[in-house]
Each structure stands twice: as structure tokens, then as C-alpha cells.
């Protein structure tokens, strides 16, 4: 059975950092795009960014979307775990931060970031930034 367990959500200060952890289990995810996603409170789930689970390649938003750099992906595959640092935060990134494993074939920008492509989903973490 597919698990993806977040952990790491709490209540932080504007400005502060926090990493978020992604335990994964089940089957073997090379070949699987890990993917971070969020949703605030009345809003469309939105694409954080994504690795491929073999090699690391990463896709992030876009840098002009709220993201702009201050976040990174990361996996230790002795731990299975994905990590999603963040910094600087800021009110606008109180969500709920979901991980997502997703078996495409092929992937690009485009379908990293498209939710309906990834298959399994963990049960989400939250994060809440107060000014």
C-alpha cells in the first residue's frame, strides 16, 4: 500500500523558515515525480514545485508566482523522505501543503505542475504564517 505521510506544519512567524517532510512507502518511486503542492483556505490547488525521485530534477514555479526562490526540494532516499525547505515566509503561504508522487512517462513544466497527474497523495500538513 502507497503511503505519503507530511509532517512538519506548524504556526511560524513572517520571515521565519520551516521545512516540511514527505515519508513515502510502498513501492519503489524512481521514475516517480514527487511533487509539492498547497491550498489556502478558498483557493485552487497550487503547484509548489517537484523532483523526479531518481535523479533530483527539479521544478519550481514559476519565478514570478508567490514562491520565487525561497523554496527547495530536497529527498534522502535512505530515509524516504522528500523535504520542502522554505524561507522567508510570509502570510501568503499559510496552506494546507500536500505531496503528491505522480508515474508519467514523461514530464516537462507543464505536467509537473498539473495535479492531475500525480497519482498518490499524502493527507496534507499546515502551515500558517502570521504577520
Known amino acids: 500500500q502507497v503511503q505519503l505521510v507530511e509532517s512538519g506544519g506548524r504556526l511560524v512567524q513572517d520571515g521565519d523558515s520551516l521545512t516540511l517532510a514527505c515519508l513515502v512507502s510502498g513501492r519503489d518511486f524512481n521514475g516517480y515525480m514527487m511533487g509539492w503542492f498547497r491550498q489556502a483556505p478558498g483557493k485552487d490547488r497550487e503547484f509548489v514545485g517537484a523532483i523526479t525521485w531518481r535523479d533530483l530534477m527539479p521544478y519550481y514555479a514559476d519565478s514570478g508566482r508567490s514562491t520565487n526562490g525561497r523554496f527547495t526540494i530536497s529527498r534522502d532516499t535512505a530515509k524516504n523522505t522528500m523535504y520542502l525547505q522554505m524561507n522567508s515566509l510570509k502570510p501568503e503561504d499559510t496552506a494546507v501543503y500536500y505531496c503528491?508522487?505522480?508515474?508519467?512517462?514523461?514530464?516537462?513544466?507543464?505536467?509537473?505542475?498539473?495535479?492531475?497527474?500525480?497519482?498518490?497523495w499524502g493527507q496534507g500538513t499546515q502551515v500558517t504564517v502570521s504577520s
Open positions: 503528491a508522487a505522480g508515474a508519467l512517462k514523461y514530464w516537462n513544466f507543464g505536467t509537473a505542475k498539473n495535479p492531475d497527474n500525480y497519482n498518490y
